[in-house]
Structures are given as structure tokens and as C-alpha cells.
């Protein structure tokens, strides 16, 4: 069973050996530390389970530490006397193993390649072993999978430890935004102060249901480490009543650190979050679908069959006649709670008609995008999707003639070719656009051969 909750940053500066002083800055940080870490200590847990960001990371995959002990140190922060040997709970990391291959969920040991504790896993613990070391250690790595995934990870995570009626201790280990001052280490960008009052407040009041509303582009601009922590803790701590203490909250150095711990109390049906979460999302986006345009709703329907089928739909009756008569080259994207999930297009005409185009590409997004999995039976009320139509591809001379909102790019050098659609959530300048087609063309930003063409599309959703 939970036994105690805390969310804490991980700054190396923290401990005195690498700080040598400078740790006296965040003094209101070191004392609620070590406030959390008693309590933890006060609660006699069998088992710590460390939520680190700086563990192994897949982008599909969550890492569990395989192994039955690991060691490392803070050498690398100019402090290797600060060293630490801790024992895994085998016990515990072999029943997820079995759950998640039970259920095909997207986790375990197979893939660790890393067994030397990180400085996410041991500041935490060098502030807990002040108080307690009579414990044994489960260390679990992010992904970049969504972060519903996330919060069921956690409830995995939860159920395996009801089932060995362990006593366990979590701690999600983050710091917040890194770029809140300008002479900081990375700068001030205005998400960064919004993200800490943010998280610091949905946190605060344990609404972990909010953690789902971060949109990954502002996760990505407040250059924050720890959300993903925090919503697998928020997926352990589901269903239960917790009461929440913040300790403190300082971003002295331009990182945001943030110190939260929960009482764990009784069940609670009323916070069965993700539940709510993807109730209202499959609302949302029946809605949505109940009011798109033709060209949207043959995209979905062309997904549906494939998914449920496998086999290729016919061109419905019914559509409008531009449809049956235009020929252009277009692009199905699929996203799943906010997160891209499948993109896959043609830059000019490959079929017959416009409605055939959209069919083989809505197939294409949700089976041959390489960047994932094959779309499931069970996603597809959940997924939203739209179709951009793209106009005729014109050279140019260079990027002054870009819009980044109005057109898209296609890089060209030789036999390779990137290309990037206008208007997209996180895209904010040409210099950003134009890099990201040459990433995906894998053709130097700086190649002398480089050519730029533009096209507008036509977006339906």
C-alpha cells in the first residue's frame, strides 16, 4: 500500500558537497527537503519508488532499472565522495514486468542499458538517507508516450504494490520550468513563471486531473522536466484521498523548485481521474466528428474501416463533387489527447481523386507512420484528425518569402526532401519550420544545394 507521497526538484547544488555554499540560496528548498524526507522516513516504508526524468528514457517505452542493486555517485557534479549503494526490490519489478507483458503495455526491464543511478533518483535520496536507509529501491524512468500513458503507468505501478501489500513511499522527482531569469542558466521565456504558478497550484490542491490540460507545446517552451513524474505519481495515488502540504516553492537560480508531500487518507471514487479525463475527451471529440466537414469525416471513416478491417474502403456516395473531380496532394494527421499520433501525406496528386488520396493517407497515418505504432481498435474514440489539401508547390528565392503561419515548406537537396505544414501548434518562426523540414529530409540546414518551395493547403477539421 502508499504510504506517502512527495513532489521534489532534483538540483545537484542542493547537496552541500557540489553547492559549498551556494546551497545556503535555496535554504527555504534544503528545509522543506527535509521536512518531506522525515516524513517519508516517519512512514516506514519497505520500498522508495524514485519517478526520475533523468533515468533511462524511450520515447515508446517506460524503463524500469533491472537488476538487483545499482550504485552511483555525484562525481560528475564535482562531488564523488557523495556515493550511494541501494538495493532493488526485485519482488516488485518482476510483478510489473509480469503485468506489463501480460497486458502488452509499453514497459519493463528488457531494455535497461543504464545501471548507474542518476542525479534524478540521488539527490532525493541523499536528503532521505539522512533519516532512513532501511529500504529497498525502485527506480522508473519518462517516455515520450502521452501522458495519459503516464498516469497508467502509475495505476500499474499502484496495483502491483496493493497486491504484494508492500509499503511503499513515492517520490516524483522534477524540477519546474528551467528558464525563469534572464541570467539564469537557460534564460527567461515567459511560459516559465506561468508553468510554476500552474503546477504549483494544480499540485497544491491535488487536482490531478488538470495535469492532463498541458498542452505538449507549452510542456516543451517552459523547458520543464518534471511533469511526467508527477502525473505517474497522480496515476499511483488514484482513487484515493490525499491531502496535500506545500512546503515551498523557489526558482532562485532560474529553475523552479517545488516541494509538495500527501497525507495518503481512505478510497475515493470521485478521483478516478483518467477516467473522467478520457470520458470527456471521447465527448469532445464525438462533437467534433458530429460537426466536421466531408472531407474530415471520410479521413475518419477511412481509419475506422482500416482499423477494424483491415482492408481498404471504397469511395463512399454521397460526397461533394469536388471530391470525386479534384486531384491534389494532401495530408491525414491524427492526434490522440493532444499529442501527435500518426502524419502522413503527398506532396502532389497519387490517385485518381481527391477522396482517394484522402482514404490511402488516413490508412497510411494510422498504420505506416514509422514514428509509431499502428493506430488500435481501442483508440479510435479518442482520436481527432484533419485533412489539409495542399495548392501547387512554388520555388522561391529564399526564406524572406516564408509565412510560417500562412505557408508550408518543402526542402529539397538532390533526391531528398523534407517537408513541413503551415500553421502548427508549437512551429513559431520560418528559421524553425525550415529546420525541422531538414530534419525529416535528413538534409543539412547549411547544405549549399538546399532548395526552399512553398504551398499553401486548404485545412479541414
Request: contains cysteine; proline residues 4%; aromatic residues 8%.
Amino acid at each position: 500500500m502508499i504510504v506517502k507521497a512527495v513532489m521534489v526538484p532534483h538540483p545537484p547544488i542542493a547537496l552541500h558537497e557540489v553547492g559549498r555554499g551556494e546551497e545556503e540560496k535555496i535554504s527555504a528548498t534544503l528545509n522543506a527537503y527535509k521536512t518531506a524526507m522525515k516524513e517519508i522516513a516517519d512512514a516506514k516504508p519497505e520500498t522508495v519508488i524514485v519517478l526520475s526524468p533523468h533515468a533511462v528514457m524511450y520515447r515508446d517505452w517506460f524503463n524500469v532499472s533491472s537488476g538487483k542493486r545499482a550504485s552511483g555517485s555525484m562525481a560528475r557534479f564535482r562531488a564523488s565522495g557523495v556515493k550511494f549503494d541501494k538495493e532493488y526490490d526485485t519482488e516488485l519489478t518482476g510483478l510489473l514486468d509480469h503485468m506489463f507483458e501480460e497486458d502488452g503495455f509499453s514497459a519493463g526491464t528488457e531494455y535497461d542499458r543504464d545501471k548507474e543511478l542518476d542525479h534524478g533518483t540521488m539527490v532525493p535520496l541523499y536528503f532521505l538517507d539522512q533519516f532512513a536507509k532501511d529500504y529497498k529501491l525502485v527506480r522508473i524512468g519518462l517516455s515520450g508516450l502521452s501522458l495519459p500513458m503516464h498516469y497508467r503507468l502509475g495505476q500499474y505501478i499502484r496495483k502491483a504494490s496493493d497486491q504484494l501489500n508492500r509499503r511503499i513511499a513515492v517520490i516524483g522527482s522534477g524540477d519546474l520550468a528551467h528558464c525563469q531569469k534572464e541570467d539564469g542558466p537557460y534564460g527567461y521565456k515567459p511560459e516559465g513563471p506561468a508553468y510554476d504558478e500552474r503546477i504549483m497550484k494544480d499540485m497544491g490542491n491535488a487536482d490531478f486531473k488538470a495535469l492532463f490540460r498541458y498542452s505538449p507545446s507549452f510542456l516543451d517552451a517552459c523547458m520543464e522536466c518534471g511533469h511526467r513524474s508527477f502525473v505517474i505519481m497522480a496515476g499511483i495515488l488514484d482513487g484515493i484521498h490525499v491531502t496535500p502540504h506545500v512546503l515551498s516553492h523557489e526558482a532562485t537560480f532560474g529553475v523552479g523548485y517545488g516541494i509538495i508531500t500527501y497525507d495518503i487518507g481512505e478510497e475515493d471514487s470521485s478521483r478516478h481521474f483518467l477516467d473522467q479525463y478520457e470520458e470527456e475527451e471521447k465527448k469532445q471529440i464525438e462533437e467534433m466528428a458530429a460537426v466536421s466537414d466531408p472531407y474530415v469525416q471520410l479521413a475518419r471513416q477511412s481509419v475506422s474501416y482500416y482499423v477494424k478491417t483491415g482492408l481498404v474502403m471504397k469511395v463512399p456516395e454521397g460526397l461533394p463533387e469536388e471530391m470525386l473531380t479534384q486531384r491534389a496532394g494532401c495530408f491525414v494527421s491524427i492526434h490522440k489527447y493532444g499529442s501527435l499520433r500518426g502524419c502522413i501525406g503527398t506532396i502532389s496528386a497519387t490517385k485518381k481523386s481527391l477522396a482517394e488520396e484522402i482514404i490511402a493517407n488516413g490508412i497510411s497515418a494510422c498504420s505506416r507512420d514509422p514514428r509509431f505504432n499502428s493506430v488500435t481498435e481501442e483508440e479510435l474514440p479518442f482520436l481527432e484528425i484533419n485533412v489539409d489539401v495542399l495548392g501547387k508547390p512554388e520555388k522561391i528565392r529564399d526564406k524572406s518569402q516564408l509565412d510560417v503561419k500562412r505557408y508550408g515548406v518543402i526542402c529539397t537537396s538532390g533526391y531528398k526532401r523534407g517537408l513541413l505544414l503551415p500553421d502548427l501548434e508549437g512551429v513559431d518562426s520560418v528559421d524553425q519550420q525550415i529546420e525541422i523540414a531538414c530534419s525529416k529530409g535528413n538534409i543539412d540546414l547549411d547544405d549549399e544545394n538546399l532548395e526552399l518551395e512553398r504551398f499553401e493547403v486548404i485545412r479541414h477539421v
